[in-house]
């Protein structure tokens, strides 16, 4: 709300002064860019392509969660690990620290581990406010889904907004099958999230008021 109120009253003072529709949809991006977080927690990779594709998209900071102490590198040792911090509610340290007082959207994007929302994930959610924020959850699977991942990030988040998630299926630590986001599959992930973001319409509103067209965005 505030940004759009930003963008509104922006709109009509460059008017005043003469300004394009083309000057005025510059600064649109610029304000956006600056008002965007991309945070992601990735162990083979494949949620860091998706959070570059949606960088590369929509701009902003991109910022990738680290732990004070990495996980195992065998994968029967982390799903181990992992299995027991979810029954015990352990959220485990992170090295990473984030400032959001600045960011008004957030995209958060995590493979599902164990049917859930990783604990890196959960601890950054536990240790952040996000009342008023548009939170955007995105993520990479095995191929069996988000499980309770959406959800959860949503029970951590009840003062934000939560906007429709993407999902994509990725590797498959568990077979050998790690890095796939590379040729055709690249690809067609990158259009999906292309079609997804669009969907999301996060400026459409505020543009519209104001009869303007998002010029091809």
């Excluded at 992170?94 to 007082?101: D, E, R």
């Excluded at 690249?186 to 400026?203: P, Y």
Aim: overall charge neutral; charged content about 20%.
């Amino acid at each position: 709300m505030r940004l759009n109120l930003l963008l509104i009253f922006t709109f009509y003072s460059l008017s005043c002064l003469g300004q394009t529709q083309s000057e005025f949809m510059n600064y649109v991006d610029e304000v956006h860019a600056n008002k965007i977080l991309i945070v992601f927690f990735s162990r083979t990779n494949n949620t860091k392509a998706v959070a570059e594709m949606i960088h590369e998209k929509v701009g902003g900071k991109l910022v990738s969660l680290k732990l004070e102490t990495p996980y195992p590198k065998g994968y029967d040792a982390v799903v181990a690990q992992v299995a027991k911090e979810n029954e015990e509610n352990i959220l485990p340290h992170l090295k990473t620290k984030i400032s959001l007082k600045e960011y008004e959207i957030i995209y958060v994007g995590f493979p599902t581990w164990g049917m859930q929302l990783p604990p890196p994930m959960k601890t950054f959610l536990s240790e952040n406010d996000f009342e008023a924020k548009t939170v955007i959850p995105f993520n990479t699977n095995a191929g069996f889904g988000i499980g309770s991942s959406f959800e959860t990030v949503k029970k951590f988040c009840p003062k934000s907004h939560v906007l429709k998630g993407f999902s994509t299926q990725g590797g498959i630590e568990r077979d050998g099958i790690l890095y796939v986001m590379e040729g055709e599959k690249e690809t067609e992930v990158r259009q999906a999230v292309n079609k997804w973001l669009e969907s999301l319409q996060i400026f459409t509103s505020v543009l519209h008021f104001m009869n303007i067209s998002p010029m091809g965005k």
